[in-house]
C-alpha cells in the first residue's frame, strides 16, 4: 500500500492551496483517509478525516478547510482557504484500510503574514 500526495507549498495569510492524496497498490476499501499536521517541536494533530458516513475536522481548521473523497479513485482533496500563519507546518496523509493505518510523506504548507 502506497500514499502519495501532492499540492502544499507557500502561500500568504488569507492564502488557499489543495492538498491531494491517492493511495494504491490495494485492493481493499478505505475505512477512512485525511490528513495530519506536524508544526516544528509540535506534536502530529489531526487536521481533517473522511468515511463513507462523515467527515471530521479539528476545530482551528472548521470553516476554512474542506475535505473530499473519490471512493472509486482511492483519492482525497484537502481544500484549504483562509490560511493563517498556524497553519504552517508539514501535512501527512493517512488512510486506514481494514483495522491497518498508513501513512504518507509529508509535504511543507508554510504560510506568511
Known amino acids: 500500500v502506497q500514499l502519495q500526495a501532492s499540492g502544499g507549498g507557500s502561500v500568504q495569510a488569507g492564502g488557499s492551496l489543495r492538498l491531494s492524496c491517492v493511495l494504491s497498490n490495494t485492493t481493499f476499501s478505505i475505512n477512512a483517509i485525511g490528513w495530519y499536521r506536524q508544526a516544528p517541536g509540535k506534536q502530529r494533530d489531526l487536521v481533517a478525516t473522511?468515511?463513507?458516513?462523515?467527515?471530521n475536522y479539528a476545530d482551528s481548521v472548521k470553516g476554512r478547510f474542506t475535505i473530499s473523497r473519490e471512493s472509486a479513485k482511492n483519492t482525497a482533496s484537502l481544500f484549504m482557504s483562509n490560511l493563517k500563519p498556524e497553519d504552517t507546518a508539514v501535512y501527512y496523509c493517512?488512510?486506514?484500510?481494514?483495522?491497518?493505518?498508513?501513512w504518507g510523506e509529508g509535504t511543507q504548507v508554510t504560510v506568511s503574514s
Open positions: 473522511i468515511t463513507d458516513h462523515n467527515s
Open positions: 493517512w488512510a486506514r484500510v481494514s483495522t491497518t493505518s498508513y
